[in-house]
């Protein structure tokens, strides 16, 4: 009988371990952290983020800890690993537990990061910094619950330390976490080349587009004034105006083409987001520019929200 319990607990041991290699992982992100500012932009925030919805119904407030900035839309590389990596023994099958085990290096590879000396120092940090931050939020709280308060990483530590290439993680994540990624209908699809995006203002722009304009050849504005709040960034409008645009002008975000909009009299100032492959659409937004972002359209958008 002990040996079969042993054997049972080796097979279990196995699928936890189950990690597809870096060029068969299908990337997949968290919608609601992909529709709100649950990540600093930068890399050394200090500040806390605080998000309140348009009609005031959706709120989310993140702060750091004192010895640690904020997680960073670049440290959140890690947690679409893990959310991928969770997603594909979904797939086979395989109902994960909240705790994955995974080598500093494949987690580093997975996330299209170096795998030099200097990256795994940062990837501790970073787990570190995801391990730190607080989190409450009144998304997906339970009925009788007024919020829910949660780090996206409740814990992580060295199975095996070793050599930085052999180091072996085991990493629980937060149950709140857990639950959406586990919820099919809570992930999305990313693009590969989001990893190469080295500017916060970029993946913030491409998962808002992933997010709200999708693949369907949909359409989505979005007034510069309610995307300086969807980022939760520190800059003033004015700054990030000139990030937007310069963001527009590399035209380098993976999947979408994104025009944007000067305000006039029948036009607010805001950007608008659809998928590369509608080609012909987007050629014609950037002729008619005006028809976009009308009053009546905004304040239906702004409702939404």
């Known amino acids: 009988m002990k040996k079969l319990v042993s054997k049972t607990k080796e097979k279990l041991d196995q699928m936890e371990l189950f990690v597809p290699s870096a060029q068969e992982l299908s990337l997949r992100d968290q919608r609601d952290t992909m529709e709100r500012p649950f990540l600093a932009l930068s890399k050394r925030r200090k500040t806390p983020i605080d998000y309140r919805s348009p009609n005031g119904e959706v709120w989310v407030r993140v702060t750091p800890n004192m010895d640690h900035y904020v997680a960073s839309i670049h440290d959140w590389d890690y947690i679409i690993v893990i959310a991928s990596i969770m997603l594909a023994n979904l797939n086979l099958g395989i109902q994960p537990s909240r705790t994955i085990r995974i080598s500093a290096y494949e987690l580093l590879k997975s996330a299209g990061r170096d795998t030099g000396g200097k990256a795994y120092k940062d990837l501790y940090a970073g787990l570190d910094r995801l391990t730190s931050t607080l989190v409450k939020t009144n998304i997906r709280r339970l009925q009788h619950q007024e919020s829910k308060s949660f780090s996206f990483i409740d814990s992580w530590d060295f199975l095996c330390k070793g050599d930085n290439s052999k180091a072996q993680l085991q990493i629980t994540i937060s149950q709140w976490l857990y639950d959406g990624i586990c919820d099919k209908a809570y992930v999305l699809s990313v693009h590969p080349d989001y990893f190469s995006l080295t500017s916060g203002i970029k993946r913030f722009l ?77 050629e014609e937004i950037d002729k008619k520019t005006k028809l976009l972002l009308d009053l009546p359209n905004y304040n239906t958008l702004a409702n939404q929200e």
Not at 223 to 240: A, P, Q, T, W, Y
Not at 255 to 279: N, P, Q, R, W
Request: proline share 1%; net charge positive.
């Open 206 to 282: 491409y998962r808002t587009a992933r997010k709200h304009a999708g693949r369907d050849g949909a359409l989505w504005q979005c007034s510069l004034k309610s995307l300086h709040e969807k980022s939760g960034s520190e800059m003033d409008i004015r700054d990030f105006k000139k990030y937007i645009k310069k963001s527009i002008i590399d035209n380098d975000i993976p999947e979408y083409h994104l025009t944007f909009i000067e305000e006039s009299e029948d036009a607010i100032e805001g950007v608008s987001f659809v998928h590369k492959k509608h080609k012909f659409y987007a």
